[in-house]
């Protein structure tokens, strides 16, 4: 018998909660103990293994304050696209939230902007030189 894997919106909420409970600091142990669930139920949750029902999934967005349509792609209005999963997965690593939180204390504009002309610079630095389209996209982006 195959296994059952993960619904894409189950991941998708999951990774939400995941993004959401790291930026405000909290453990997984933590958002566990305001539930009244084991943190191995959180984890399941995160990975999207488990389905996280709706009364349950409104008590995670009090916990972490935002409001329900936060774990769900616009809103819960529109399809979950890959770059989306792309953006989620990154969030959710611990170099994307750790950029991010960095990214967000630099309060100078300009500074932003060179950290941005940085990053591209990098980016492009390591492709190969027959990749220019790739290379076109990041500078222009």
């Known amino acids: 018998m195959k296994a059952k894997s ?3 919106i189950d991941v998708y909420v999951g990774n939400r909660v995941r993004v959401r409970r790291k930026t405000l600091g909290m453990t997984q142990n933590g958002l ?3 539930l ?3 943190f191995q139920q959180i984890q399941k949750y995160e990975k999207g293994t488990n389905r996280i029902g709706a009364s349950r999934l409104q008590r995670i967005s009090e916990i972490l304050r935002v409001p329900v349509g936060f774990f769900f792609e616009n809103g819960g209005s529109g399809p979950i696209d890959t770059a989306t999963n792309e953006l989620n997965s990154f969030l959710s690593s611990k170099e994307g ?3 991010n939180k960095a990214f967000i204390a630099i309060e100078d504009p300009n ?3 060179k950290l ?3 990053a591209k610079s990098l980016a492009v630095a390591g492709l190969p030189d027959s990749d220019s ?3 076109d996209s990041i500078v222009n982006s």
């Open 6 to 8: 993960p619904n894409s």
């Open 32 to 34: 566990a103990e305001l």
């Open 36 to 38: 009244g669930i084991t």
């Open 97 to 99: 939230l750790a950029l």
């Open 111 to 113: 500074i932003r902007q």
């Open 116 to 118: 941005v002309a940085l």
């Open 133 to 135: 389209e790739l290379q």
